[in-house]
């Protein structure tokens, strides 16, 4: 196990490989490793290269992908997660609900290697709607038959809504919302409590959970399951609720040596990002922060990609360490392809922006382009841009009829018009 070796002194093989790639020092991550403020997501059955988030490291980037019961196409989500990969994502997660969600997951993972989470009690559910039942209806071992499952197949973090609460789920019924409860898992687990009038199982049951975790050295991704579905009801009293009680499963996690991130906000006005991410580092005594956009506006529909990078890059600045991507299909239908490659590189883009700032060697890329740029050199231009094959296809479209310039300024070029007056100063 990463922490147990970390606290230990030793230095595992993926520890060194995050280091290496990361450009980071090895006992600095070691202690952020041993100390829960960085994880290396890798379970033991699954053949990837490692990623490791949080302290001290990169802002990463995550990519979902899944079927929907509207659409089951298995092979269209493969492409979804090769475009992922390719275009940058450090991990994705299946969050399929239609379809036989077992052969559709493990077929991802088979055909696109690369780190892998999922939410486990959407195969309860799934299975509970399967045998004919309702989703409330499922049963305490369903739920943790699942997230076994999951762990068996190799999945590096598993998603689990702990913090939803009987106690959080009564408060619901004083703390009105505007949109109300918008994850799914979330409210499976609401309505299962309020159902059976018990308490949330993995909340119960939390030391077994760990013990299944442990056992395959995957990490825990406690999901805000009543988070913010819109700015109105951002930072309330059952969002805050819900972060303290994950404050405290974090420490149970690092009591039993498993790694352990945390899930934040999704719709957040952009004045209060800072202070969310703040607080939830407070919170969980610097736990790495997951963060779903965060949206900073609730009318861009069509472009939630740029919305969500926009919050993603606010947030990480004030510490958040791991981005979920948002695609222009965000609120309107299960993403295509493009628009996958669309919310992966927005996201990037985000992500990049602050390792520019955490990382003064990434600074090269910039620099390299913007030596480029100054040298009106196109074709190392082309090849430095994050998406080249869109580059290359705007200039192949719109091509001067001077290679030296670009269609919008021509031969008013500035670049262009100054290098030739200091030339013929010289």
């Known amino acids: 196990m990463q922490v147990v070796d970390a606290r230990n002194g030793r230095i595992t093989e993926e520890m060194k490989f995050v280091a290496e790639k990361e450009g980071v020092d090895i006992e600095k991550l070691r202690r952020a490793i041993a100390d829960g403020r960085a994880v290396i997501f890798k379970n033991i059955l699954h053949d990837i290269e490692p990623v490791g988030v949080g302290k001290g490291l990169r802002v990463k980037v995550n990519a979902n992908i899944g079927t929907s019961m509207d659409i089951v196409d298995v092979d269209a989500e493969i492409r979804k997660a090769r475009i992922a990969k390719e275009y940058g994502a450090d991990a994705i997660m299946d969050l399929s609900t239609g379809g036989n969600l077992d052969e559709i997951r493990r077929k991802i993972m088979k055909?696109?290697?690369?780190?892998?989470?999922?939410?486990?009690?959407?195969?309860?559910?799934?299975?509970?709607?399967?045998?004919?039942?309702?989703?409330?209806?499922?049963?305490?071992?369903?739920?943790?038959?699942?997230?076994?499952?999951?762990?068996?197949?190799?999945?590096?973090?598993?998603?689990?809504?702990?913090?939803?609460?009987?106690?959080?789920?009564?408060?619901?019924?004083?703390?009105k919302r505007v949109v109300g409860t918008v994850s799914r898992g979330g409210t499976f687990h609401a309505a299962w409590i309020l159902h059976n009038n018990e308490e949330n199982p993995f909340y119960k049951n939390f030391d077994y959970l760990l013990e299944l975790l442990a056992e395959y050295d995957a990490t825990i991704s406690l999901g805000d399951g009543l988070r913010p579905g819109g700015l109105p009801d951002a930072t309330d009293f059952l969002q805050i609720h819900e972060l303290y009680t994950i404050g405290k499963l974090v420490r149970k996690a690092r009591e039993k040596g498993v790694q352990a991130i945390v899930e934040g906000p999704g719709h957040i006005p952009i004045d209060q990002i800072e202070a969310n991410v703040k607080m939830a580092k407070i919170a969980t005594d610097d736990a790495p922060f997951y963060v779903l956009g965060p949206l900073v506006t609730d009318i861009a529909s069509g472009y939630d990609h740029i919305n969500g990078a926009i919050g993603g890059a606010i947030a990480a600045m004030a510490g958040a360490d791991f981005l979920c991507y948002v695609t222009?299909?965000?609120?309107?239908?299960?993403?295509?392809?493009e628009e996958v490659k669309e919310g992966v590189i927005a996201t990037r883009i985000a992500a990049h922006a602050v390792n520019l700032i955490r990382f003064r060697k990434d600074y090269e890329w910039d620099l390299e382009m913007s030596k480029a740029r100054g040298e009106l050199r196109w074709g190392k231009q082309l090849k430095l841009s994050i998406d080249r094959e869109n580059a290359e296809k705007i200039r192949e479209e719109r091509y001067p009829d001077n290679p030296q310039v670009c269609t919008m300024c021509g031969e008013l070029c500035a670049i262009k018009l100054l290098r030739e007056y200091l030339d013929e100063k010289r």
Not at 127 to 135: E, F, H, M, S, V
Not at 155 to 175: L, W, Y
Not at 328 to 333: F, I, Q, S
Request: aromatic share 8%; net charge negative; charged share 25%.
């Open 328 to 337: 222009p299909a965000e609120h309107l239908a299960l993403p295509n392809e």
């Open 111 to 175: 055909e696109v290697p690369i780190v892998t989470g999922t939410v486990p009690i959407y195969e309860a559910a799934w299975y509970a709607l399967k045998r004919g039942n309702a989703i409330v209806e499922m049963s305490e071992d369903d739920m943790f038959n699942a997230v076994e499952t999951h762990l068996k197949d190799g999945v590096d973090f598993v998603t689990i809504h702990a913090g939803v609460t009987s106690e959080a789920v009564e408060k619901m019924r004083d703390f």
